[in-house]
């Protein structure tokens, strides 16, 4: 676990105050940190003046030893510690998601955790609705893989998504 200071502002009260932050989630032996990123309070804080919900996003990287997954979350243009990542031969037989929207975290660690096909994942979104960069993976059962979009849900059958599935 590694964490760092950043500083917040409300943009309702326009307050400041600084937090702490980790920086690197170890998915296999941070569980409860894991389970925040899933029930989305991870990047939410609130401000200590009016009580304003803040999303606030940063250059984040979930690993999971386990699956042998990690996701890059990368905030503006900060990418030179990616590039790192990649020449670390620690890593080098992992997987890697490049992300730079912090609710696609959430997806990725649903489609890792549940073996799915991420590329078919994209497809089914790509159906299901023209602008489908603002669906995401929100949840997963035994029978389906549910997509939420504007607060309506989808739901793709799990075997269409799974890593195993053929056509045949
Ligand atoms: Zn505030």
């Known amino acids: 676990m ?6 917040i502002d409300c943009a309702h009260c326009q307050s400041k105050w600084m937090v702490k932050a980790e920086t690197i989630v170890n998915a296999t032996i941070e569980y409860s940190l894991k389970q925040s990123i899933l029930d989305e309070s991870f990047f939410k804080r609130k401000c200590k003046n009016c009580g304003n919900t803040i999303y606030f996003y940063y250059s984040f990287l979930y690993c999971d030893t386990k699956n042998k997954v990690l996701v890059a ?9 990616i590039e790192q990542l990649k020449m670390n031969s620690h890593y080098k037989d992992f ?3 490049e992300i730079e929207d912090g609710v696609q975290l959430k997806e990725l660690i649903l489609v890792s955790d ?7 994942i994209l497809e089914c979104k790509k159906k ?7 669906m995401y993976v929100d949840a997963v059962d035994e029978c389906y893989v549910w997509m939420v979009c504007n607060e309506t849900f989808f739901g793709i059958e ?6 195993n599935y053929t056509n045949v």
Do not use: A, F, G
Not at 2 to 7: A, I, Q, T, V
Not at 73 to 81: A, G, N, P, T, V
Not at 114 to 119: A, E, I, K, Q, S
């Open 2 to 7: 590694n964490s760092r200071m950043y500083e």
């Open 114 to 120: 549940y073996n799915l096909d991420y590329n078919r």
């Open 95 to 97: 997987e890697l998601y």
């Open 128 to 134: 299901l609705q023209h602008q489908y960069t603002n």
């Open 158 to 163: 799990i075997r269409h998504v799974n890593k």
């Open 73 to 81: 979350l990368k905030i503006k243009e900060d990418s030179k510690w």
